[in-house]
Each structure stands twice: as structure tokens, then as C-alpha cells.
């Protein structure tokens, strides 16, 4: 605790680089999977293809995909994008599943209800399938949410910023307070995270905590 | 035989679910439980085998304290048949009958035997045995609860409203398999329901519960009908009890003859006349026509119970159902012997009240 | 990659692709194992007595927090290099899912059913071992997977503190910029985390009852 605040600018700095390296994944990354689970959701062909390629996916070792990254769309191994796209590509392959899951699990009763009152299927993707969904793919967003933040880290054994580097620099120097001050941080960063997320759910889904 | 006495139980929060209940359950009998959701009926079953104890009183089976023995024994020796049948997913059903006498230190093989045994003795084919709960129909799962619960041969037989998530046929079809099985068995059952028309047709004795564990009253059915001991026990029992009362009375009805005809056969109907079968079962009623006709299955009225000589509750019922105001009566092999008429039933009522059969 | 994948001098010796599998693979089954026998009677406890659900399951969300690289870099500053720190991160990173796995599997097993062993004369010890695990085995293998899967990917790390495992072609390939080898390491691991998932789906198939696959699916008819 005391690095923390002796070396309060530098521990500002690596919590605003880690934090934007996570949750702009998380929302690219949640901006995508709704489309496509969307369209799990409805075929079964899409199902058979998506989800275990979305296992393979998550098969593939994190730091692999980060040093895999640049050699693949050309950009220096230090570039942010190198981080950025892998937790894209982790935050799909979770959230396709939740997104998928949640929207099949819309009772069909209400759904038929919808299409009976005259819904057009955009609106009522967007009123009825969607806000009932929610609850499900809020449970997935906090895991996507908080694995990413602790995953941003592996970063940093390419040389990459974030709170990863101060784990790196702690172990060359052998500096046992330097890695406790980035774990406590990310550790931080992930339970506010998360009961942000918690509190976001639900503000956005009054009806799902009524009658209990 | 079972005791209660004095037994309450009030919950953690404070609901006091049986209240002081003094009952005593005889040996050999199926006694029923019934009353309102939520009046204690549970609660009382599962005292007995201790999957609730008591927060004062006794409750003795067979003269047995039953907070002087271990939990687990104690239920080993006491089957227990609840709604939905409660199965285990993950076992076969004949390892599912098989599991008080596993329990019991038996042999794998001979506990095996005995359950196929079971499976025969409630109906099912023992075939049955090798699939998974989740292959069988509900009634089948049922009738293996109840298989599994007489697997040791306890004498004491506990069941929580066991018919209560069938259909009505299936019903009605395990209710009468388990008076035919008791019939043989004998054992003392205690059966929860809150359905008073199971109550009435299963019960030797049935106890009626009223909200907060209060015993409204203990009796035969028939005394319940006809002498309901409060408003309570009235309501409950319903509207038409005066017509349910005859279930339990056996007098004679006049059989008179009826006219039949086979199918093919060329008669003069003038009245109703009933077509029969080459075994001399019914098939239906043949009537308004004039003249000579054939006899063919499309001119039957189909319709009306059946009267076997059981109660004048059936006799009844066969002649307001018959499209012919005539109940067809049938023997054991099913052939028609002759009919009954409504007005001779209610005749045969008020002798049996005169001779005192009716209790006021 | 395939140059690199397929010299057969990449295939023999103390530092070629089969001991690394080798290694890789024994991080992971001995993770796995360890994981295992920590979690599973916890989740099951818990979730048999009903009491600390709160606690196992904040638990397990801060535990999926902790990032991997620090815990192995804390452990060795601590404790020095070697494997033991490798496996005390392992361990930290599949205790989470097995253990929520196990505790909502044990949680989610029919409430008649588990009446109804206590109703035939069950002792406690029996109603959970013969009834409650034996039920929750679908959900605490779909949490024992996920943990295998992570730790297969997440071995790779090791090998940053020195440790064996595929993880060393990736690190040292990056050392070297052999991309090549780099990308070979990667696809290894991948193919061991599918081959490790086939291997359980394999255990699974054998010791969960036909009983609770899908309806209408099970057992013989
Ligand atoms: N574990 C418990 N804690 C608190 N109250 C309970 C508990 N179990 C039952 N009760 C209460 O005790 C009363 C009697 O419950 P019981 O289950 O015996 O009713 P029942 O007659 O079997 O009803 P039903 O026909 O609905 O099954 C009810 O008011 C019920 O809410
Ligand atoms: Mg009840």
C-alpha cells in the first residue's frame, strides 16, 4: 500500500491504461455478440458453428493470441490494439454463449403475445426480446467483464501497459510491493466492475427482482 | 398402529402448524388425512418418520416412542411415498426399489430380486426396471414410489398426496391398485390428500383438519356424510353429500329384465332396447325407430354407467346416465343382467332409513 | 510455423515437443487434481447445508479476479523458482469454476429427491453422496471443463518464471522473434485443451448416470 501512494502519479497512469485496454473490449466486444447471438439464438446451423468455434477460441492461450495479434494484422507488437483485439475476440466467444442462451430463454408465450399486438420484428427485438434478456446477458457481461480486466495484465510479458507492468518490473527487480500494488489494483478495478454492472442490471430490470 | 399425542409443532418463524393433535391411527387400516392447503396435514405425516420433529408431545408407532430411535433406522422401517414420487434420477428403476433393503445391508442380488418382485406386485412390467425415472409416464413413476416405499415390507406405510400430479383416469387407476394391494398387504397407512373425494373412497377412517393443525373430525366416510360434526366439516365435504352418502349403502335394488338385440340381428323396436355383444355386454341403446330395422353400430346411443351391484351410489348413477332413464346392470364377467330404475333406488333409500341404516 | 512444427530436430531431446507436451500436461492433470480435491468437497458441503452460499460465491468471483501473471510472480518472489509457484497459481485460477460448478449442481438436485433419500433412511453422509453428487455430476464437470480448459491456456505463463511447459516456445520464440516457433507453441496448446476437453467428455460420458442426459436420450429403450 505505501507504493501506492509514494508513487501515486504512476499508479494513476497504469490504472487509466488498464482500464481503457479492458473495457473497450468488453464493449466492442458486447456490441458484437449481440447481432451474433441473436442469430444463434433463432438457427441451429449458426449454433453448430459459433459455439465451438467459440470454444476453440478460448482454447487458444491469451499471451498466444497477444504475440499472435501484430504478425496477423501487421502492427508493431507494442501497439495496444495487440491486447485490444484478443479480449475482443474472448468477450465474443463468452458473450455469444449468454446472449444466445438469454434470448432463447424468452418465454415463447410472450413472444407470441408481441407478435399478436402487431410488433414488427426490429421493435420488438429491441422492446420486448432484448430488455427480457437482459438479466442472463448481464450475468455473462460481469464475467466477460471481470476476466478481462484480470487478463489485460498478460500483456505486459510482451511490454504492454496496464497494471501488468508493474508485475513485470516487480519481478526484475524483485520487488514484491510493486506486484501486490497492481494485484490489488486490478483486483479493485474488477469488484467495481462488477457490482457496477450488478447495480446497472438492476436499474435496467426493476420487473426481475419484483415478487420475491 | 400409530399415536399421537398431544403432538405440536410450531416452525422457527412462529406458525403453529399441528396444534395438540391426539389421534390414533389403527393398525391394519388406511386412514386419511385430509383438509385445506396449508391445515398441517404434511406436517403431522412427517412427524412420524421424524423428517419433522415434534415441539412437544408423543407420537408413538407401535408403541414406540419415536424420539428414542435414530432418524435413519427409524425410516428404514417405515415406507414413504410422496407427490411426484420423488425418484432418483440417476438410478435405474429397479435400483430405485432396491434402495431401503441396499440400505438395509442386503445383498446386491437378493435386494434386486425383491425389487423386480415389486415392480409385478404395482403393476408394472418388470421390463420397466432398467430405464431411468425420466423414461416413465407419471403414473408409472408413481406406482414405482409406491414400489420402492413396500420394498423392505414395513408395516407402516406414509404417503403425501402420492396421486395428486396425475390425470384423473391414472388416478383413479392407482387408487384402486392400492386397495387391491392393501387388500393383500395389510398394512397401516397413513395417506395425505386434500382431494375429500379420495379421502371418501380410500379412508377407513378419515381425519379432517382444519387451518392451524385443529382436528375437525375423525370418523368412517360414511359417518363424515351423514353427521358431520361442524359447519367446517360440512363445507369441506361438500355439496353433494347427501348423493355421496349412498356410496357407503348396499341395499337391494329390483333388477328388472330388458330387451336386447345383437348387432346384424333384424327386430321391431318400439321402446329402448339394449344391443349386446356375442358375450352379452352391452354396446348401447337402440331406439325411435319404427318398424323392423337391422341393427347396425351406427344407430347406437352410447352412454350410462355401469352398475356392478356395488352401492346404491352406482345404481343411481346408472339411471340418471343412461340415455334410457334404465341402468344397465352387469355381472362379474361384465354380461347384462338387467336394469335398474332411479325411483326403485330412492325406494330402497328410504327402507334403509327406516330400518335405521341411514344414520340423521 | 510448419518449418519450425515439423523439424524433426524440434522432436527429440530434453527441450523438444514431447517432453513440453509432457510437462504441459502434467501442470495441468496435477492442477486439476489438486483443484479438485479442494473444491469440490467444499462446494458440496456448502451447498448440501445451505449455510455460506453467500461466501462461496463472492469466493469465487474474487478469486476469478486475481490475475494469474501476478499470483506466479508473487509466489516466486516469495517462495523462488520452481513449479511450486506455478501450481499455486493453477490452483487459484481452477478453484473458482469447479467450486461454483459443484455448489450450484449440488444446489439445483431435485428438492423431492433428496426428501426422498432422507425419507427412505439415508444418514446425511449417504443422502450426499449417493444422491446429491451423483446428480450434480452434469454441472460439476461443465465446471471442472471450463477450469481445464483455462488451466491448459493459462500453463503457458509458467514458463515466463523459467517453469517448462508449451509456454517455453512461445516465450522463448518471442525472445529469439521466431514467430514461427511462437506460433507453434500456441497451436500445440490449443490442441492439447481440445485433446485434454475430449479426454473429460470421455470421463463424463462413462460416470454420469444415463438417467439425467436429456430427456427422451437416456439409457436404453
Ligand atoms: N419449514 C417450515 N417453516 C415454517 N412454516 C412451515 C414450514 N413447513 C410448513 N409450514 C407451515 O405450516 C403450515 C402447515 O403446513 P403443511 O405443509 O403441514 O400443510 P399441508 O396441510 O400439508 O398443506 P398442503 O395441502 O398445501 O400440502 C402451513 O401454514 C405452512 O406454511
Ligand atoms: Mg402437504
Known amino acids: 500500500m505505501t507504493w501506492i501512494l509514494e508513487n501515486w502519479e504512476r499508479f494513476w497512469e497504469v490504472t487509466a491504461v488498464h482500464l481503457r485496454l479492458s473495457i473497450v473490449p468488453v464493449l466492442a466486444g458486447f456490441a458484437l455478440s449481440i447481432p451474433l447471438g441473436w442469430f444463434a439464438s433463432r438457427s441451429a446451423k449458426a449454433r453448430a458453428v459459433l459455439f465451438p468455434l467459440a470454444n476453440v477460441l478460448f482454447t487458444i492461450p491469451s499471451i ?14 507494442l501497439d495496444e490494439i495487440n491486447v485490444i483485439v484478443p479480449l475482443v475476440i474472448y468477450t465474443v466467444a463468452l458473450m455469444v454463449r449468454s446472449v444466445s442462451d438469454a434470448l432463447a430463454a424468452v418465454p415463447g408465450n410472450v413472444i407470441a403475445a408481441a407478435n399478436a399486438m402487431g410488433y414488427r420484428p426490429l421493435r420488438r427485438f429491441l422492446t420486448v426480446d432484448f430488455p427480457l434478456a437482459l438479466p442472463v446477458t448481464i450475468a455473462g457481461l460481469r464475467v466477460a467483464t471481470v476476466s478481462n480486466i484480470s487478463m489485460v495484465s ?37 469488484v467495481l466492475a462488477d457490482g457496477l454492472l450488478l447495480l446497472i442490471g438492476r436499474l435496467l430490470t426493476p420487473w426481475a427482482r419484483a415478487g420475491r | ?10 416452525f422457527e418463524d412462529g406458525t403453529i402448524a399441528v396444534d395438540e393433535l391426539d389421534l390414533t391411527v389403527e393398525a391394519g387400516t388406511i386412514t386419511v388425512f385430509v383438509g385445506p392447503s396449508g391445515c398441517g396435514k404434511t406436517t403431522s405425516l412427517r412427524m412420524v418418520n421424524r423428517m419433522i420433529d415434534p415441539t412437544s408431545g408423543t407420537i408413538l408407532v407401535d408403541g414406540r416412542d419415536v424420539l428414542t430411535v435414530d432418524p435413519p433406522t ?3 422401517g417405515i415406507g414413504y411415498v410422496i407427490q411426484q414420487a420423488g425418484l432418483f434420477p440417476h438410478r435405474t428403476v429397479l435400483d430405485n426399489v432396491a434402495t431401503v433393503p441396499l440400505l438395509s445391508g442386503w445383498d446386491k442380488r437378493r435386494a434386486r430380486t425383491r425389487a423386480a418382485e415389486l415392480l409385478e406386485i404395482v403393476g408394472l412390467d418388470p421390463a420397466f426396471g432398467k430405464r431411468y425415472p425420466a423414461q416413465l409416464s407419471g403414473g408409472q413413476q408413481q406406482r414405482v414410489g409406491v414400489a420402492r416405499a413396500l420394498a423392505a415390507d414395513p408395516p407402516v406405510l406414509l404417503m403425501d398426496e402420492p396421486f395428486s400430479a396425475v390425470d384423473p383416469v391414472v388416478r383413479e387407476d392407482l387408487q384402486n391398485e392400492l386397495l387391491r394391494l392393501q387388500a393383500e398387504l395389510d398394512k397401516t397407512i397413513v395417506f395425505v390428500t386434500h382431494d375429500i373425494d379420495e379421502a371418501l373412497k380410500l379412508g377407513e377412517r378419515v381425519a379432517v383438519f382444519r387451518k392451524g393443525g385443529h382436528l375437525a373430525q375423525y370418523a368412517k366416510p360414511q359417518e363424515l356424510l351423514s353427521a ?14 347427501g348423493y355421496r352418502t349412498l356410496t357407503f349403502l348396499h341395499a337391494d335394488v329390483p333388477v328388472h329384465p330388458v330387451a336386447t338385440a345383437k348387432l346384424g340381428e333384424r327386430i321391431t323396436v318400439a321402446d329402448w332396447t339394449l344391443v349386446v355383444d356375442e358375450q352379452n355386454r352391452p354396446k348401447g341403446w337402440l331406439s325411435g325407430v319404427d318398424g323392423e330395422v337391422e341393427v347396425g353400430e351406427d344407430d347406437l346411443v352410447s352412454g350410462g354407467s355401469l352398475y356392478d351391484g356395488s352401492s346404491l351410489r352406482g345404481a343411481l348413477d346408472a339411471a340418471l346416465s343412461s340415455p334410457s332413464a334404465l341402468g344397465v346392470v352387469v355381472d362379474d364377467a361384465g354380461a347384462v343382467t338387467g336394469v335398474v330404475k332411479a325411483d326403485d333406488v330412492i325406494q330402497a333409500l328410504a327402507k334403509a332409513r327406516a330400518a335405521g341404516e341411514v344414520p340423521k | 510455423m510448419g518449418a519450425w512444427l515439423f523439424d524433426p530436430a524440434h522432436w527429440s531431446g530434453p527441450t523438444g515437443i514431447p517432453v513440453r507436451l509432457l510437462e504441459h500436461l502434467g501442470y495441468t492433470l496435477l492442477t486439476l487434481l489438486i483443484a479438485a480435491v479442494i473444491a469440490i468437497p467444499l462446494g458440496a458441503f456448502v451447498g448440501h447445508t445451505g449455510r455460506g452460499g453467500f461466501a462461496i460465491v463472492g469466493l469465487s468471483n474474487a478469486l476469478r479476479a486475481l490475475p494469474t501473471t501476478a499470483v506466479l510472480i508473487l509466489v516466486v518472489l516469495w517462495a523462488g523458482l520452481g513449479d511450486f509457484p506455478v501450481y499455486v497459481a493453477l490452483v487459484l485460477l481452477a478453484v473458482p469454476p469447479i467450486m461454483a460448478g459443484t455448489y450450484a449442481g449440488v444446489r439445483a438436485v431435485d428438492p423431492m429427491a433428496v426428501d426422498a433419500a432422507r425419507g427412505v433412511g439415508m444418514r446425511e453422509s449417504g443422502v ?49 522473434q521466431e514467430f514461427g516457433q511462437m506460433l507453434a507453441g500456441a497451436v500445440l496448446v490449443a490442441l492439447l485443451a481440445v485433446l485434454v476437453d475430449l479426454g473429460f467428455a470421455g470421463l ?8 439425467l442426459r436429456p430427456a427422451g436420450t437416456g439409457g436404453k429403450r
Open chain 3, 128 to 176: 450426499l453422496l449417493n444422491v446429491e453428487i451423483p446428480n450434480a455430476l452434469p454441472l460439476i464437470y461443465g465446471g471442472f471443463r471450463g477450469a481445464a480448459l483455462q488451466v491448459v491456456a493459462t500453463a503457458t505463463i509458467a514458463a515466463y518464471t523459467g517453469a517448462g511447459g508449451l509456454g517455453r516456445f512461445v516465450f522463448d520464440g518471442l525472445a529469439l
Open chain 1, 154 to 190: 498478460v500483456g505486459a510479458l510482451v511490454g504492454l501497459g496496464g497494471y501488468g507492468q508493474l508485475f513485470t518490473e516487480g519481478y526484475q527487480t524483485d520487488h514484491t510491493e510493486k506486484v501486490l500494488a497492481g494485484l490489488i489494483g486490478t483486483v479493485v478495478l474488477a
Open chain 2, 228 to 241: 358431520p360434526a361442524n359447519d367446517f366439516v360440512a363445507s369441506f365435504v361438500g355439496r353433494d353429500r
Open chain 1, 64 to 77: 498466444a493470441l497477444i504475440v499472435i495479434t501484430p504478425i496477423l494484422i501487421g502492427v508493431k507488437i
Open chain 2, 1 to 10: 398402529m400409530i399415536e399421537f399425542r398431544a403432538v405440536t409443532k410450531r
Open chain 2, 74 to 76: 427409524l425410516r428404514r
Open chain 3, 204 to 211: 463424463q460420458r462413462l460416470t454420469v448416470s444415463p438417467g
